[in-house]
């Protein structure tokens, strides 16, 4: 197994305010991990930390075995971290297709078709609403497209922040089948979650955050039946289904 990130004791937040606290992991290269925390837990904050767009108290964070902890976030979407983050549609006056154009500028351009094809195909929707104002698409809709801008790129290690909020099940079912297809290809994925149950099923890990510290790690099966997990986000004593 290769380590693709190693947070080692990372304490991180804005201003004055450290929200995450002493916390480590580390995620193993192609697989997924699902965090979770109850609200204002740092879960974004944990996400924003590895991009690099919040403060980094102390810590370090190892990506595919270098520091990254002092890059600028451009300088780690180059090396392979993507970032989608929390229900934001980047360029809402520009159609779905400018967007996806707009995506590639780091491509050089004969690769700009190719990628582009890659996310059509992944996600059928962005080829039928090609010409539709990215701001007039579902919240759901922005979603997806938020995250095929960061697939463009070709990261090795995505970082989602709810990608599934405001989705229909059977959306949320599609998103949570591409991830487990992306991972398939050895990216490394680590994701935030609503629906704790859907997240859990598909990961092979979970990490879970309370007040910003690490309360809990272990493989998703295990954390998945654990009472006190079933308890705070699985809604108690719900029964199992198979996914
Ligand atoms: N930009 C910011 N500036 C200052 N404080 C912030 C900022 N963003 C979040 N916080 C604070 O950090 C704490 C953790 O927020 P964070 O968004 O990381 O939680 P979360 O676990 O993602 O919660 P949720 O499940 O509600 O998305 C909260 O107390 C919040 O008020
Ligand atoms: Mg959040």
């Known amino acids: 197994m290769t380590t693709a990130l190693e947070l ?19 995620l193993e290269a192609g697989t997924i991990t699902t965090l979770l925390g109850g609200n204002g837990a740092g879960k974004s904050t944990l996400l924003r930390a590895i991009y690099g767009t919040n403060r980094l108290f102390s810590g370090r964070i190892l990506f595919k075995g270098e520091a990254i902890e002092r890059l600028p ?7 392979g ?39 059509t195909d992944l996600f059928p929707l962005l080829r039928e609403k090609w010409r539709t104002e990215a701001g007039n698409m579902s919240g759901g809709e922005q979603q997806i497209l ?3 801008m960061v697939l463009l790129l070709e990261p090795s290690l995505l970082l989602l ?10 959306m949320q079912g599609d998103v949570f089948a591409t991830v487990q297809r992306i991972a398939a290809t050895g990216v490394t994925v680590l994701i935030v979650e609503q629906n704790v149950r859907g997240a859990l099923l598909i990961s092979d890990r979970a990490l ?12 998703a099966d295990e954390v998945r039946t654990d ?16 996914a």
């Open 73 to 79: 976030p451009w300088e780690r979407l180059r090396r």
């Open 161 to 170: 922040d709810e990608p599934s909020l405001g989705l229909s099940p059977r």
């Open 8 to 26: 080692d004791v990372v304490t991180a937040g804005y201003g004055d305010n450290p929200i995450v606290r002493e916390f480590s992991a580390r």
């Open 81 to 119: 971290v993507g970032f989608v983050p929390q229900g934001r549609c980047n360029f809402p006056a520009m159609s779905v297709g400018e967007n996806l154009k707009m995506g590639c500028y780091t491509l050089p351009s004969s690769k700009h078709e190719a990628a582009i094809g890659r996310m």
């Open 208 to 219: 879970v955050m309370e007040q910003g510290r690490r309360f809990m790690e272990g493989p």
């Open 227 to 242: 009472p006190r997990i079933r308890q705070a986000y699985l809604g108690g004593n719900i029964k199992e289904t198979a």
């Open 146 to 148: 938020e995250m095929a």
